[in-house]
């Protein structure tokens, strides 16, 4: 079993920055892809970006070059670093693990292929 943790959601104004991270624990040894998903009102969660253990990172379109996850490689933490932000960035995000990792195109095409999720946390972008 993971346990997954986020932290750092909370009120940003647009055009500001916010991190985000994730602490996992229990079998991490596991884990090979991580991740962040976020899901608005009234809306499907869908992929923000996934990390494989070697460092591989795919975004969606609409964060790329405006988010960037990183990990620090013992698997214990994933952050998002979120950069001019909008207020269509405003959702909950999790945090999501998986012992397999498929491969972006899996990912992108709107397969979540991830075991383990935290309870989210909320980013709320608004002035």
Avoid at 3 to 27: H, I, N, Y
Avoid at 64 to 82: C, E, P, Q
Avoid at 87 to 102: E, F, I, L, R, S
Wanted: with cysteine; proline share 2%.
């Amino acid at each position: 079993q993971v346990q997954l943790v986020e932290s750092g959601g909370g009120l940003v104004q647009p055009g500001g920055s916010l991190m985000l991270s994730c602490a996992a624990s229990g079998s991490i040894f596991s884990i090979n892809a991580m991740g962040w998903y976020r899901q608005a009102p009234w809306k499907e969660r869908d992929l923000v970006a996934t990390i494989r253990s070697g460092g591989t990172t795919n975004y969606a379109d609409s964060v790329k070059g405006r988010f960037t996850i990183s990990s620090d490689g013992a698997k214990n933490t994933v952050t998002l670093r979120m950069d001019n932000l909008k207020p269509g960035d405003t959702a909950v995000y999790y945090c999501a693990a998986d012992k397999t990792y498929y491969s972006g195109t899996y990912y992108l095409a709107g397969n979540y292929g991830m075991h383990y999720w935290g309870k989210g946390t909320l980013v709320t972008v608004s002035s």
